[in-house]
């Protein structure tokens, strides 16, 4: 079963018709005793990251457990950024720290937020990047993830600077792209995710 986490600040509807688009049944939920059983954990996330790191706060040992118990995890926008440890956006909040690094703002000289196609990047084997390294996936952010430890980036994209696209370790995913926006490349990554085990 795929798993929608409904704390209020997600794209959820739009998430659970793409994987069944793919034959795959979502749930959205905010049943702790649901997020508790999922085989498959998702946690979108739109707006800012205080507001999402308060939401969060009920279902985090969930989270975590999920992670711990070694079973696919997706984070999407917003539900990367909140994988980190602290963000520019709301100093002083923490974020859930399972990725260290920290969220800054896009830099200056470029139009933002960063809204729009742009081009996936590959930088190492990523099981849900299978078949989509150089596609383009479908952005709306103003800020970015910028990770303590290089070998957790899984994907850039090319923004005048290169930006954080996609993140793993282990059985942890994230992509700051919307795979729900993006057409057959997004489907793909959502396709691939569900075939995890």
Not at 22 to 42: M, Y
Not at 70 to 89: A, R, T, W
Not at 108 to 127: A, F, T
Request: aromatic share 8%; with cysteine; net charge negative.
């Amino acid at each position: 079963m795929i798993t929608i986490i409904d704390y209020k600040s997600g794209n959820l509807r739009s998430i659970s018709n793409s994987f069944k688009k793919i034959g795959s049944k979502a749930v959205i939920t905010s049943n702790p005793e649901d997020i508790a059983n999922a085989n498959h954990l998702v946690l979108p996330g739109v707006g800012a990251f205080g507001t999402a790191m308060e939401n969060i706060e009920p279902y985090k040992d969930l989270i975590y457990e999920h992670i711990d118990d070694g079973k696919p995890f997706l984070g999407i926008c917003l539900g990367l950024q909140v994988l980190l440890s602290s963000s520019d956006e709301t100093p002083g909040v923490k974020g859930l720290d399972i990725f260290k690094g920290h969220v800054e703002k896009i830099p200056e000289g470029r139009k933002i937020p960063h809204m729009g196609w742009n081009q996936l990047k590959q930088v190492k084997p990523c099981p849900i990047l299978d078949g989509v390294d150089g596609k383009d996936f479908y952005f709306v952010h103003s800020y970015y993830a910028v990770l303590d430890d290089e070998s957790n980036l899984s994907g850039i994209c090319d923004y005048g600077v290169d930006l954080t696209a996609s993140v793993s370790r282990d059985n942890v995913f994230a992509t700051q792209f919307h795979p729900e926006k993006s057409g057959v490349p997004g489907l793909k990554i959502l396709k691939n995710f569900v075939n995890l085990e």
